[in-house]
């Protein structure tokens, strides 16, 4: 069965940054890649980056200098960190493998 | 980045009504495969986003076949035949072809 858990801290504050793990069952990293995504309170989905089953990452354009997404295989989980938090950075962050299997999400809160 | 236009933005329906929505893209979503990466999502209240049809029409395990999608290159559709109280929630088509992954804005689908 496959699964995917989110977790990380709910309160970060303005400027600093978030780190978050994403741990993953029921399948091996080396063989699908793992996708971030993110929703603000009341809004709609942004996708933020992916890492590739060979280890290679994407990158939103408009988080790309300040985001970057890592993995350990052998614990089976995929790590996002992104500095220079703001408070619109404020959302609920998903991890996701191919869009069909998606975690519950972390709702995480960025404090001026 | 591809621009995914989701209309309308809401819908209001009575349960056993069937209704459509549409999504459009700005670049066409033929991918060099010569698949068409077109998927649609259903977040209910408080839930993490599900898919329910990826590949333009394929349906996902366990979704009702109510459900079924259409369109190709720039142009999509979905329709939900005798809608249940279930699929009440928001919709977002999301493109698979190019990079950035994008989102539609999402169709809010309530009760009458």
């Known amino acids: 069965q496959v699964q995917l858990k989110e977790s990380g801290p709910v309160l970060v504050q303005a400027s600093e940054t978030l780190s978050l793990t994403c741990t993953v069952s029921?399948?091996?990293?080396?063989?699908?890649?793992v996708i971030w995504v993110r929703q603000p309170p009341g809004k709609g989905l942004e996708w933020m980056g992916i890492i590739w089953r060979n280890g290679n990452t994407d990158y939103n354009s408009a988080l790309k200098s300040r985001l970057s997404i890592n993995r350990d295989t052998s614990k089976s989980q995929v790590f996002l960190k992104m500095n220079s938090l703001q408070t619109d950075d404020t959302a609920i962050y998903y991890c996701?493998?191919?869009?069909?299997?998606w975690g519950q999400g972390v709702m995480v809160t960025v404090s001026s | 980045d591809v621009v995914m236009t989701q209309t309308p933005p809401s819908l209001s329906v009575a349960i056993g009504q069937s209704v459509s929505i549409s999504c459009k893209s700005s670049?066409?979503?033929?991918?060099?495969?010569?698949?068409?990466?077109l998927n649609w999502l259903l977040q209910s209240p408080g839930r993490s986003p599900k898919r329910l049809i990826y590949?333009?029409?394929k349906l996902d395990s366990g979704v009702p076949d109510r459900f079924s999608g259409s369109g190709s290159e720039k142009d999509f559709t979905l329709k939900i035949s005798r809608v249940e109280a279930e699929d009440l929630g928001v919709y977002y088509c999301?493109?698979?072809?190019?990079?950035?992954?994008?989102f539609g804005g999402g169709t809010k689908l309530e009760l009458k």
């Open positions: 590949q333009v029409s």
């Open positions: 999301l493109q698979g072809t190019h990079l950035p992954r994008t």
């Open positions: 996701t493998r191919g869009f069909g299997a």
């Open positions: 670049q066409s979503l033929v991918a060099s495969d010569k698949n068409t990466y």
């Open positions: 029921g399948f091996s990293l080396t063989n699908y890649g």
